[in-house]
Structures are given as C-alpha cells and as structure tokens.
C-alpha cells in the first residue's frame, strides 16, 4: 500500500473520531440540559412540598443560556434560605451536575434578587448568606447558573484520543518517510553503473568519481551506455553509428571519432579504463 494511499486512511480516522467526539459532545450536552431541567423541577416540588403545597404548579423549566436555568411557580410560596440551599445541592448531587454554580431568588414583580449564593467544591469559595431567615410569602423565580459546562470538547477524554491520533499519524508518516529514502537509496543505486572509478548514470547523462559530477552529451551518453554493456569486447564503427545516429537520418563521417575522443578525455583520470582504437574494425573500452 503506498505512502499517500495510508495517509489518505489515517486522516480519514482521523476526522471520523474527531466528528465522534463532536457528535458524542453534542449528545452529551443535549443529557446535560435534560437533567438539569428534571433536577430543578424536583427542586421546585420539594420546594412546595416544604410550604404544604402539593397542588401548586411548578412551570415550564426554562434554559436562559448554557450555562443559566430558571424555574418558577404559578402560586406564592415562602422558604427559608437553608432549606433551599439543602435541597438543591442534593438534587444536583443525586443527578451528577457540576458542584460549581450560583443560585439567585428573584422576585417576580421587580426582579430584584431577594436572595442568592454561590456553591463551589472548594471551601473558601462557597458563600451561603443569611441562613434562618424566612424569605416572605410572596412571588418568586429561582435561577441557577453554572460556572463550568459538563461537557466540552476538549477535555481530557478526547483530548487523548486527538493525541493518540496525532502521535499514529506521525509515526505512520516516519515510517513511510524511511521506508521511502531507503527505496530511493536502492533505486538510486540500481540507476548507475560502475565503470572503474566512475559512476555512470546513463538517465542522467552524466559521470560521477567521488564528489565530481562531469556531464555528458546525449551521443556521449549512448556511446558510452553501448560500451558499459559489452566491455573489453570489440564493438564495430558501423554497429555504433547504426545505434547512435541511424535515427536521426544525418551522419558524418568524422562524427563518431570526435565523440569517442570526448569520451577518453572524461575517463582520462582513472588509469584503469581504457577506450582504445581497434584500427579498421572499431573501438573497444577496456576495464581492469
């Protein structure tokens, strides 16, 4: 399987758990809302129950943002602030909800807060005022506000699995990118032939001995690619040109000389290969 065919997938997963993770948020947003819809109507009716009331109706639960809920009554009610304290915090507790929010008791006529608190999990940040003192009969709206949402993307669940993702795909991608060079390496090494010293890569066109890179021309490069299949055997002048310029319709006589002459200069350096003249036959490269 190639490189790109497996990062194609990985990114594919990729995206199907991150669009998991966002489908499972959303869903687990949507259960916060409800439980605390149902955990403030139990609220409402403990409420009532505590003022000998179980006729009164407790009204529509509303979601005022993300993070603020109201419940109210149809009927006047009075209670005392510890009561309330202690039957939302066991309502929200019994329904698993977040133990950082604030509670505000507005009355319905002016929406002034006649009473209000803030719990939190830390003790120094909890502020419960005016314990044992009734709050009069009278109309009443109670409002709960948390400081953090339930349920976020970026927690610490889902973020690992963005990691564990990550990390997958860059271990894939070293893998691949290895794997790679070293095919490249041993394409690399299969491309050119060793002539003596030299390196010869005929796609290229050109020569290599250590860090010297010497260019050949396209007759240059056919010659030399003839000679390197068949060394230190007789190759005939008319077998070179028919290979190297019959195509091209056009050859002079002295063509063939003159590009075998090219040839000695550039191999000149190494002692061991020669490209020598078999006199009214051809030329012969001759490698130790």
Request: proline fraction near 3%.
């Given at each position: ?12 997963i990729i995206l199907v758990i991150i669009g998991w993770l966002l489908s499972n948020s959303d869903k687990k947003n949507e259960a916060f809302i409800e439980r605390v819809k149902i955990s403030l109507r139990e609220v409402g009716n403990q409420l ?177 690619e003839i000679f390197v299949a068949h060394p230190n055997q007789i190759i005939k002048r008319d077998e070179l040109t028919k290979k190297v310029w019959e195509d091209n319709g056009v ?38």
């Open positions: 399987m190639s490189k790109k065919r497996i990062y194609t997938y990985t990114v594919s009532l129950l505590s003022n000998q009331d179980s006729t009164s109706l407790i009204l529509p639960v509303k979601k005022l943002s993300d993070y603020k809920y109201q419940v109210s009554f149809n009927e006047q009610l009075s209670f005392e602030p510890n009561n309330l304290v202690t039957i939302i915090d066991s309502t929200l507790n019994i329904s698993q909800l977040p133990k950082h929010y604030r509670v505000e008791v507005l009355q319905c006529l002016d929406q002034e807060v006649a009473y209000s608190y803030q719990m939190s999990k830390e003790e120094e940040s909890t502020i419960i005022p005016c314990n044992g003192r009734y709050l009069p009969n009278g109309c009443y709206t109670i409002e709960v506000t948390f400081f953090k949402r339930v349920t976020s993307f970026f927690n610490r669940k889902n973020l690992f699995y963005l990691l564990l993702s990550i990390v997958i795909l860059f271990i894939i991608d070293r893998f691949y990118s290895k794997q790679k060079r070293e095919i490249a390496s041993e394409n690399d090494h299969k491309k050119y032939t060793s002539i003596g010293r030299f390196r010869f890569y005929p796609e290229q066109n050109k020569l290599v001995k250590e860090a010297e890179e010497i260019s050949l021309s396209k007759k240059e490069c056919e010659l030399l050859f002079v006589g002295r063509s063939l000389d003159t590009y075998i002459s090219k040839l000695r200069k550039k191999l000149k350096d190494d002692d061991a290969i020669k490209l020598t003249n078999v006199h009214g036959v051809g030329y012969k490269l001759e490698v130790s």
